[in-house]
């Protein structure tokens, strides 16, 4: 048992918590910030708090006044650590050791010159240089440097190189230049434009954009392999490795974004809207509130978001000044700007802002499904309802999905969902009899009357909606099969393409492109999933049965009752030929076991 009991709703927010990274706070009674922390896995870590007594006594002392707990997600543990550090200096919490300053970490600097130089420093210099990171690990930025300098020969000289400097004609080559690492910047012998554009590449890879230097490592290592060279391939491996787990560049703390204020939508296409507010200050997050609103009268996210932005600014006092979000609201705020980024930093920390946005919505939904779930039942149907444009809710739906290779063994498979979950006692194979070749229109007409045909002969309910595999034709040809059994505009059926966000209705070539986030996308990936894996089993099982016996079908003498003992007994024809014709003529005499014996024998 828990050392320290906590309420009940501290508990449910611990037993819902996501298994990403991120940061999570600690508030006593009175409201205070009295600890952050940063996890790799958010719930095994803060649950760790609760499930047992500490050795230390200052860490049960924590535990004893924490009263309640949020979190923000992030996607790396170097964003955790940079939005831990940003946090604890803002709010100062009782129980944190304070982190170390952020100019104790190192930066990557390109500088201001005619011919930029890039290296590591501690020191920021306003002389327009461009600063990266920071970095908390340094041996990953030495990492960079290093494989910077192997593919770029940029300069590592401290001389003023200046058009003057170079027209006195005061440079002398180095060891750099002789050694191929510098093309003679300070005799100009290298142009201007291009090494700009070294420069243009240095960037790229400082922003995170690693794919050019990774193939270059993979192309490295298979060279140095190939002749036999292990160790020098070895170390290239471990920069590989530590190349990969780079983050050249926190999303969560930035030197270009000052103080900011950050909107995020989450709103699954429902009357649920989640709103995600982050407050940046230099650059680093210091607040993260979400707000939910239902929608009552089709509100849009642009009337949403006024509503939430002067939420914010009653309840927190807030003054904006720059806005990062996806839509501008509908209502005119003098003195704000807004700012919608495509791509870039201001564009990572809005992806942050609705990803949490997202996450609070998630952690609702687990919340619903553990105290009420019949309620997420409903919404959930409400949802498929609403996005197929059902006249009832899809309480039993159907999918469909038609399984062969070159025509042999045709198989289809039909999958049922209740409630939105699948009923595997009612999933049922199909092996295709009337259609000849690998026709799968043909095979879908096939399996869809014979289904609907039996039901409606016994007397069994019918699906409020069919979910076929395919596109456009395998939906023609149910459609084609329900008018013939009289049941169109009874059921309603639509087809998935290849493409799970492709979904054609009856009629209309136009198809519905369902949001990605939605969990309408998630049942229909669901039961795709189940109607391809159940079709596979089943038509693998009928070819491997077909292997099996064909190879004792063509011998004279052995009827399908002989294989059939055979194989129930030694399990393989592999077996079979091994076997002795003692053993064999013990199954199915000796006369057809000599017959047999003879027949392996010749084909092998």
Not at 89 to 105: A, G, I, M, Q, W
Not at 327 to 348: L, Y
Not at 374 to 397: M, N, V
């Amino acid at each position: 048992m828990p050392k320290h009991e906590k309420s009940p709703e501290l508990k449910e927010k611990i037993a819902i918590l996501p298994d990403t990274p991120g940061v999570y706070m600690y508030f006593d009674a009175a409201g205070n910030v009295i600890y952050v922390g940063k996890a790799k896995n958010l719930k095994r870590r803060v649950s760790s708090y609760f499930n047992r007594t500490h050795d230390v006594l200052r860490t049960n002392l924590l535990v004893r006044n924490i009263a309640d707990m949020k979190y923000i997600v992030v996607p790396t543990e170097q964003d955790a650590l940079n939005l831990e550090n940003s946090m604890i200096k803002e709010y100062k919490p009782r129980y944190n050791v304070l982190l170390k300053d952020d100019k104790s970490y190192p930066w990557i600097v390109v500088t201001n010159e005619m011919y930029p130089r890039v290296f590591l420093t501690r020191q920021h210099v306003r002389d327009g240089s461009k600063y990266y990171g920071p970095y908390t690990n340094t041996a990953v930025a030495r990492t960079v440097l290093e494989l910077i300098a192997k593919l770029y020969p940029i300069r590592t000289c401290r001389l003023p190189i200046t058009p003057e400097y170079i027209a006195k004609g005061k440079g002398r080559h180095c060891l750099q230049y002789h050694i191929k690492r510098c093309r003679g910047c300070c005799t100009g012998e290298i142009d201007h434009k291009t090494y700009a554009g070294y420069i243009d590449r240095v960037r790229q890879i400082l922003r995170g954009e690693t794919g050019e230097l990774l193939t270059y490592l993979q192309d490295e290592m298979a060279a140095l392999a190939a002749e036999l060279r292990f160790e020098e391939a070895q170390e290239l491996k471990e920069s590989y490795r530590l190349l990969e787990n780079y983050r050249s560049k926190s999303v969560i703390v930035s030197q270009t974004i000052g103080d900011v204020d950050v909107f995020g939508f989450d709103d699954d296409a429902g009357k649920d809207v989640y709103v995600n507010y982050m407050h940046v200050r230099r650059g680093a997050v210091v607040r993260s509130v979400t707000l939910r609103y239902k929608r009552s009268l089709e509100e849009s996210r642009e009337q949403i978001l006024g509503y939430a932005m002067q939420e914010i600014r009653d309840t927190l006092g807030v003054d904006y000044d720059e806005v990062i979000t996806a839509e501008a609201p509908e209502v005119e705020m003098p003195g704000v700007s807004f700012t919608i980024p495509r791509r870039g930093d201001k564009a990572k920390l809005l992806e942050v802002s609705q990803r949490n946005a997202r996450q609070n919505r998630i952690d609702d939904l687990k919340h619903l499904e553990r105290h009420n779930p019949e309620q997420r039942t409903e919404k959930l149907l409400e949802r498929i309802k609403a996005d197929f444009r059902l006249s009832e809710l899809p309480r039993h739906i159907e999918c469909f999905d038609n399984s062969n290779i070159q025509g042999t063994n045709p198989v289809a498979s039909c999958v049922v969902f209740r409630d939105g979950r699948p009923s595997k006692r009612d999933y049922r194979h199909f092996n295709i009899k009337t259609v000849e070749g690998p026709d799968d229109f043909a095979s879908m007409k096939e399996v869809l009357t014979r289904r609907y045909t039996r039901l409606m002969q016994e007397g069994q309910e019918l699906p409020q909606l069919i979910v076929v595999d395919g596109g456009k034709g395998q939906l023609s040809s149910a459609v084609e099969a329900l008018d013939e059994m009289g049941l169109r505009g009874t059921i309603a059926v639509v087809g998935i393409a290849k493409r799970l966000e492709e979904i054609y209705f009856p009629g209309d070539s136009v198809p519905l492109y369902i949001d990605k986030n939605s969990e309408t996308l998630r049942v229909v990936q669901h039961l795709r999933d189940e109607a391809h894996r159940f079709g596979i089993t089943h038509h693998r099982n009928r070819r491997s049965a077909s292997a099996l016996v064909s190879e004792l079908d063509g011998i004279k003498g052995i009827g399908p009752k002989t294989a059939e003992a055979l194989l129930t007994h030694f399990k393989s024809v592999k077996r079979i030929r091994e076997a002795s014709e003692a053993d064999i003529a013990a199954i199915i005499g000796p006369a057809k076991a000599r017959t047999l014996t003879q027949a392996l024998h010749n084909n092998n």
